[in-house]
């Protein structure tokens, strides 16, 4: 079955960087959008990074863009995204999703998800 495992997650200062890495088994993602999600404590699971089946188009939600960068390696069915310039209101667990084709911003468009990966930021 499909399978999607988060990693990468961890704690670190503000200001700092983190690379999450998502594995996806189960069969071939190489026309599937690949993207990230993120959920703070008593909030709205929200979109932060998506990338087009063949990596030709990213997306980012207003709060990451020119901080964050997602990427795909398809031969390895994993995607990453690279964070730098971390601030406190980026703590939140992260997951990763997929759906055919385009990236879509509202989660209930997607297919699978995997469990998540908690990031947190010290102040």
Do not use: H
């Not at 704690?11 to 993120?38: D, E, K, N």
């Not at 031969?75 to 209101?89: G, H, I």
């Amino acid at each position: 079955q499909v399978q999607l495992v988060e990693s990468g997650g961890g704690l670190v200062q503000a200001g700092g960087s983190l690379r999450l890495s998502c594995a996806a088994s189960g069969r071939t993602f190489s026309s599937y959008a690949m993207a990230w999600f993120r959920q703070a404590p008593g909030k709205e699971r929200e979109f932060v990074a998506g990338i087009s089946w063949n990596g030709g188009s990213t997306y980012y939600a207003d709060s990451v863009k020119g901080r964050f960068t997602i990427s795909r390696d398809s031969a390895k069915n994993t995607v990453y995204l690279q964070m730098n310039s971390l601030k406190p209101e980026d703590t939140a667990v992260y997951y990763c999703a997929v759906r055919p084709l385009r990236i879509a911003t509202i989660s209930y468009e997607y297919d699978y998800w995997g469990q998540g990966t908690q990031v947190t930021i010290s102040s």
